[in-house]
């Protein structure tokens, strides 16, 4: 069998999902889906990609990401292989876990992101057990059989109370993580923003009561795109040649580790050669952290690059580093200042995926002082427009409250006119 097609698209959308070996569990407790909403957490702020949807089940996962720096194959790699090597210490096992490769869709955009976010929500209920087998869903979907009331309150009910999916999220039932993003999925559902919510709960309950349409779930879940067909024949000829396809023409300038060193120095008001012999001094394992983050290298690669360290012990200071800016306020600080930093040394670099990115990641941030918050804002918003997203551009400079930034969303308004 060949294997699957990758077509890595600079800020592409995506239908992502990855089984278990002969339909074995990749999810066996809780504990095992508590650490993969972790790894997702993490892949988010590593990759810089965007995680719009997901849902996890015993023996497969699904995921709705788009990848401003074109790189999927990556980060999911990444997030497979960290998975099984954490379960397979936990269960005392050995060898793979999933199925081959993992699936990747290529979706045009948020308004086809819609339907299939409803498809990927209603994985959960979508068995046999719940009324909701393959058959059924055939039959009510064209008008055979009349689904039960109580049955779709049932689904309704464990969908409402299922911890491992963002429908919750996006139901409203519960807080929307900092990793997630929902809005442009839920923008789709009314044109009144205190409506999309409810919008979004209602057309649930929809596929549930009519069920879903066998040609629309077939593109949903077996298609090679989803999409209108200019799109699907764009990707089609893209992967005409069965070569595995980049949407970049050449490697992004990522930022240097010698440019981390300087920001490093300008935050700690310290030389390299002090705070790498100071024991204790948080400016050494947060220049770790930062490489780990914002480069490309390996911990053999930033141990060397630090001045000979051992790999291991670089992976040991940057564990412990997280570990202890996740309770101290002061570090997470500092943690956005080196976000903002490395997002306008990616600028300057021509980055504009990776600053857009961490710019967010500062706006995001329960910590950031207001302030670093409204530089990010007015910052990211320069950055989208230079990209090319007006409606996203304004979006964000009107959370900015200096007065200067009426008049730039005059002009950029007179752009579009």
């Not at 699957?4 to 070996?21: C, E, K, M, N, Q």
């Not at 955009?109 to 869903?137: D, F, I, T």
């Not at 929902?182 to 999309?196: E, H, M, P, V």
């Not at 990616?346 to 857009?356: G, M, W």
Request: hydrophobic share 40%; with cysteine; aromatic share 10%.
């Amino acid at each position: 069998m060949s294997r699957p097609l990758r077509i890595d698209i600079a800020d592409g959308w995506y239908h992502v999902t990855s089984r278990g070996i002969e339909r074995r569990a990749i999810f066996e407790n809780n504990s095992e889906h508590k650490h993969f909403l972790e790894l997702l957490e993490e892949m988010v702020d590593r990759f810089r990609v965007v995680l719009h949807g997901h849902v996890e089940l015993d023996n497969h996962y699904h995921l709705i990401l788009q990848t401003p720096e074109a790189n999927l194959s990556a980060a999911i790699q990444w997030l497979n292989v960290s998975h099984v090597a954490w379960v397979n210490r936990r269960r005392n096992r050995v060898g793979p876990l999933m199925q081959g490769r993992f699936k990747s869709i290529p979706v045009q955009n948020s308004a086809w992101a819609y339907e299939l976010s409803l498809y990927v929500h209603l994985n959960p209920v979508m068995r046999a057990a719940h009324g909701l087998g393959k058959q059924n869903k055939k039959a009510e979907s064209i008008g055979f059989v009349a689904p039960d009331r109580e049955t779709v309150t049932r689904q309704l009910a464990e969908l409402r109370t299922y911890p491992w999916s963002s429908y919750r999220a996006y139901a409203g039932y519960a807080e929307i993580p900092k990793w997630l993003s929902t809005k442009d999925i839920l923008r789709r559902a009314s044109r009144k923003k205190d409506q999309c919510v409810r919008s979004y709960r209602k057309d649930t309950r929809q596929r549930l009561t009519k069920g879903v349409e066998p040609k629309l779930k077939e593109r949903l879940a077996d298609s090679f795109a989803i999409g209108a067909e200019e799109f699907k024949s764009k990707i089609r000829k893209t992967a005409g040649d069965g070569r595995e396809i980049t949407g970049t023409r050449e490697l992004r300038k990522r930022v240097s580790f010698k440019e981390l060193v300087g920001i490093v120095e300008k935050l700690s008001r310290k030389k390299q050669k002090v705070f790498m012999n100071q024991r204790g001094d948080w400016a050494r394992p947060l220049l770790l952290w930062t490489a780990r983050k914002y480069t490309d290298m390996t911990l053999k690669q930033i141990g060397k690059a630090a001045g000979g360290m051992d790999y291991t012990a670089v992976a040991m200071a940057i564990k412990r580093f997280k570990e202890k800016a996740a309770d101290d306020p002061y570090l997470r600080r500092f943690l956005d200042k080196v976000r903002m930093e490395t997002a306008r040394a990616a600028f300057r670099l021509k980055d504009f995926a990776t600053s857009e990115a961490l710019y967010q990641q500062v706006t995001n941030s329960d910590k950031a002082p207001n302030w670093l918050k409204e530089e990010a804002y007015w910052r990211q918003a320069f950055v989208t427009h230079k990209r090319g997203d007006l409606a996203k551009a304004l979006n964000l400079l009107s959370n900015v409250k200096r007065p200067w930034a009426k008049e730039w969303m005059k002009t950029w308004k007179d752009e579009a006119n």
